[in-house]
């Protein structure tokens, strides 16, 4: 496992953001795979499918802008997470796997730069606006008083509101208590998140391999979405895993896997 971090020019006259990556494995005959996490996660979250992945090929986990170790930037738009991405890869073409917001991201990289993407997977999420904002989430992490805190149980406690069904947990892995500080942009992702619950209206499609991989009892992933998901992705294969919420990686991760394995062996 290799982490560092990539500094972009990004074509647009200043310095763009640099992102944390942690790779897997080493470059082989097969494409890499790039996978990018939802929203309040990291690269590290990852870690264990990733790394597991990375027998057949490399594999590059990054942590998104505004979030773990990359840099922070007022932007957090689809069309500049995709860009992201882009840099990432570079001139040789890879898979992609994104989860939720990175699935988002991954669904703008595919539409917008297909020539640099070979299979597009997207884990538990559609190319649509959704009424869900997580902005509670953000207040409650603002509310947390940093000063108190020195061990992350003493966070934990000042978090009473979220519910404790893995989403404390997950959201106190973004808790640095050695420099009282969370590692998330949340002024940021407080004023994007119209963006982020959203999805740009883009035009074309990617007629590239596309897997829509779902949770069984998650509802981001609906019946009426399908139409919109193959006009955008025509060759889309859909599946879900049974048992699953939103984190499927997370709660099943053998099966989440597999999935993913037997798509990418196709």
């Known amino acids: 496992m290799v982490g560092g971090r990539l500094a972009f020019g990004g074509g647009r006259g200043y ?3 640099m992102l944390n990556t942690i790779r897997h494995g ?3 005959d097969r494409p890499p795979l790039l996978i990018a996490h939802g929203l309040f996660g990291s690269a590290r979250n990852w870690g264990v499918i990733a790394k597991r992945l990375s027998d057949t090929r490399e594999v590059v986990a990054v942590d998104m802008r505004n979030h773990a170790g990359s840099d922070w930037a007022d932007s957090h738009s689809y069309a500049d997470l995709a860009e992201d991405l882009a840099e990432v890869i570079g001139d040789r073409p890879h898979d992609v796997l994104g989860h939720s917001m990175g699935g ?3 669904m703008v990289l595919a539409l917008t730069r297909p020539d640099i993407l070979h299979r597009l997977i997207v884990a ?3 190319p649509v606006t959704y009424a869900h904002t997580q902005s509670h989430l953000i ?3 603002r509310a947390v008083d940093l000063s108190r805190v020195t061990r992350r149980s003493d966070a934990a406690e000042q978090l009473g ?3 404790d069904d893995g989403t404390r947990s997950f959201l106190l892995q973004s808790l640095d208590v050695g420099a009282g500080r969370w590692t998330l942009n949340l002024d940021a992702l407080q004023a994007e998140m119209p963006g982020i619950i959203g999805f740009p209206d883009l035009g074309g499609a990617f007629h ?8 069984g009892n998650s509802d981001y992933v609906r019946p009426e979405h399908r139409d919109r998901i193959k006009a955008l992705f025509p060759a889309a294969r859909f599946a879900k895993i049974p048992g699953a919420n939103h984190w499927l990686h997370a709660e099943k991760p053998r099966e989440f896997e597999a999935a993913v394995r037997a798509f990418l062996d196709a």
């Open 26 to 28: 080493g470059p082989t």
């Open 15 to 17: 310095l763009w953001p």
């Open 139 to 141: 207040d409650a992490l």
């Open 161 to 163: 509101a979220v519910p």
């Open 208 to 215: 590239g391999p596309a897997f829509f991989l779902s949770g």
């Open 104 to 106: 988002k991201a991954a």
């Open 124 to 126: 538990d999420i559609a």
